[in-house]
């Protein structure tokens, strides 16, 4: 496996190698353990009670496995060999409440040696394999952003991965029509930008969560993202291909923006659409009226990516704070929060109101332009909120970005007093989170709380243990944000990966309408689906049931931020290997 580690494999994706990978392995496993006397059937059998994240550890993290059964010993082999390398026992057991099982916990932090894995159990069975590795996150990281790019509207898309091909043509080209927003009968262009999920609609509410958080991963691990090389290539090479994605859904921002400032809630169809090629959508799709929320994060995020983009390319940054200042300036003229009129539609909501939107919005001018009033602003409303961190956030509630953002500033000019009070609430908002993860049979940073999305909520949490650790930095921040990740790869009830294409029996049939009601089409890779509620074993893979099986752009934004925060383990010399794009 090390050997195979080159180039290639850090920088292409490796789900085809690794499913060819497995397959050899299984297959090599089953014939060693055979040949050395083990048991075929206690050898073979993959036990769903032993739930360990499929994708694999980086070698000097922790790692641990939840087993939903009574065992003393546990063995770890080594793949290609069905050699033991470690053995150890059962801790004691711990009551889960989310699925009414005892869990006991096998822990194999002390592996260190980079390898394929897999956990053997007597009288149990054995793990699906994993990996120790450096850059074990690096393809899955690649996958969940490349999604992105799979998103996109207005332009075909194509992306070869595994030997299948994922494309579609150009879609939405009509984008929009101006009938609900007082011109009928007009059209404006609104094309470009991602689908929202399993609905080829486009948000700008959700479009808020979706770029802060990549836009924050950019910030913090910027360098470390440079230097995976991500498909598809910036054509004109003038920014990062990371950047580049993200240029896709600001500029189709812009074209939110109604001439007096504010910003229109949606782009959408009236009623959800059929299960077609997103091309083959013919409805008409219309501007939906403005909403402060929308406004408010438009600021937010245009302010954010003007910082992004000013080393690469300073026109189109200003213009972007040129946009950001407007939108803001609208709202101040209008104070009151206002939601969309959506009378004309039934397709997603997004209504929230806009305080913590407003408040984000403040910190990322201030943090852009240096200018005092947009700091005031800021402080006020943090004060306003009580100067607190939110352990369970997203679309409706983006406080958090702002509060980050405003903490990490390295500007002067700060109320010294209100920093003090918001590092203290943001370390025992983590603190909280590590004390929830440890307490939670599957190591779940969200616990047991369970909602419409909620795998995306797990990885948020990371953001927020994130900012902690540059605050304080402890341990135990990397070691929660790490356990969110093993959560969503199959350290949960169902010890199987909630992303497509990644790690153990993933989800094969997402609610997307990309091969929805039509079988014989795989799911397209790098999805994060939203994962079961009100209880944690509500999950199916059903396509049917978007309820807990649909993907969204603000769950993977999440994921990928998390997994951008452990593309340190790969050292500065295989970085830059990675840096060298290989041939497509
Ligand atoms: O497909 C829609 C999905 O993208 C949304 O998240 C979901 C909830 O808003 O609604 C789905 O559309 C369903 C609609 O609400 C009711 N009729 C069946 C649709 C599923 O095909
Ligand atoms: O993520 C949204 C969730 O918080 C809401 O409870 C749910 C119902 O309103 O809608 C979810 O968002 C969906 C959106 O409305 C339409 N596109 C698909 C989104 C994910 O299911
Ligand atoms: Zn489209």
Redesign the pocket.
């Known amino acids: 496996m090390r050997a195979a580690l080159t180039r290639t494999s850090l920088t292409r994706a490796p789900l085809a190698r690794v499913s060819l990978i497995r397959r050899l392995f299984a297959a090599l496993v089953a014939l060693t353990l055979v040949a050395s006397g083990v048991s075929a059937a206690a050898a073979q059998a993959v036990d769903s009670r032993i739930r360990l994240d499929t994708v694999g550890y980086p070698p000097a993290r922790p790692k641990r496995a939840s087993v939903a059964a009574r065992f003393d010993e546990f063995r770890v082999r080594r793949g290609p060999d069905g050699a033991v390398v470690f053995a150890g026992r059962a801790s004691a057991p711990v009551r889960n409440e989310d699925t009414g099982e005892d869990i006991r916990v096998a822990d194999f932090s002390a592996l260190k040696e980079p390898g394929a894995y897999f956990l053997e159990i007597p009288g149990v069975g054995r793990s699906p394999a994993f990996r120790v590795a450096r850059d074990v996150y690096v393809g899955p990281f690649r996958a969940a952003f490349e999604a992105m790019y799979l998103w996109r509207c207005g332009s075909s898309v194509s992306l070869a991965r595994g030997g299948t091909t994922y494309r579609h043509d150009a879609c939405h080209l009509g984008d929009a029509r101006l009938d609900f927003v007082g011109r009928p009968g007009e059209r404006k262009d609104a094309t470009g930008g991602w689908h929202?999920?399993?609905?080829y609609?486009k948000?700008v509410v959700?479009a808020g969560v979706t770029v802060g958080v990549l836009l924050r991963a950019w910030e913090e691990f910027g360098p470390r993202i440079a230097g995976v090389a991500l498909d598809p290539p910036n054509a004109h090479a003038r920014l990062p291909d990371f950047l580049g994605e993200i240029k896709w859904e600001t500029d189709w921002l812009l074209k939110m923006q109604a001439a007096d400032g504010s910003v229109y809630h949606k782009v959408s169809t009236k009623d959800f659409g059929p299960a077609v090629m997103p091309e083959d959508e013919q409805t008409e799709r219309y501007f939906a009226p403005w909403s402060s929320a929308a406004t408010a994060d438009f600021a937010a995020m245009l302010a954010s990516a003007a910082r992004a983009f000013r080393p690469y390319d300073d026109a189109y940054s200003r213009r972007l704070l040129a946009a950001s200042r407007r939108a803001y300036d609208f709202l101040r003229a209008h104070p009151e929060s206002r939601r969309a009129d959506l009378a004309g539609f039934t397709?997603?909501?997004?209504q929230t109101d806009d305080a913590d939107d407003r408040l984000w919005a403040a910190a990322e001018l201030w943090e852009t332009t240096g200018e005092r009033a947009y700091l005031a602003d800021f402080e006020r409303r943090a004060r306003a909120f009580g100067v607190k961190f939110d352990e369970d956030w997203?679309?409706?509630n983006v406080k958090n970005l702002g509060m980050v953002t405003y903490l990490a500033s390295r500007r002067g000019g700060r109320d010294r007093a209100l920093v003090r009070e918001l590092r203290a609430a943001l370390v025992s908002t983590a603190d909280r989170v590590v004390a929830t993860s440890r307490a939670h049979g599957h190591a779940r940073t969200l616990g047991t709380k369970y909602?419409?999305?909620a795998n995306?909520g797990v990885v948020n949490t990371v953001v927020v243990l994130q900012a902690a650790r540059r605050v304080s930095p402890k341990a135990a921040y990397d070691e929660a944000s790490l356990d969110a990740i093993h959560n969503l790869f199959g350290r949960n009830p169902y010890g199987r990966s909630f992303v497509t294409g990644l790690g153990h029996d993933p989800p094969r049939r997402p609610?997307d309408r990309r091969w929805l009601g039509r079988p014989h089409l795989r799911a397209w890779p790098g999805y994060l689906v939203?994962g079961g509620w009100p209880k944690a074993t509500d999950w199916a893979d059903d396509e049917e049931n978007?309820?807990v099986n649909?993907i969204?752009i603000?769950w993977n934004a999440p994921l990928v931020y998390a997994l951008a925060a452990f593309l340190e383990e790969t050292p500065p010399a295989e970085r830059r290997r990675a840096n060298r794009r290989a041939p497509r």
């Not at 929202?196 to 609905?199: I, P």
């Not at 397709?347 to 997004?350: E, M, P």
């Open positions: 929202d999920a399993g609905d609609n948000y959700n397709t997603g909501a997004y997203g679309w409706s909602y419409w999305g995306g609610h939203g978007y309820r649909e969204a603000n």
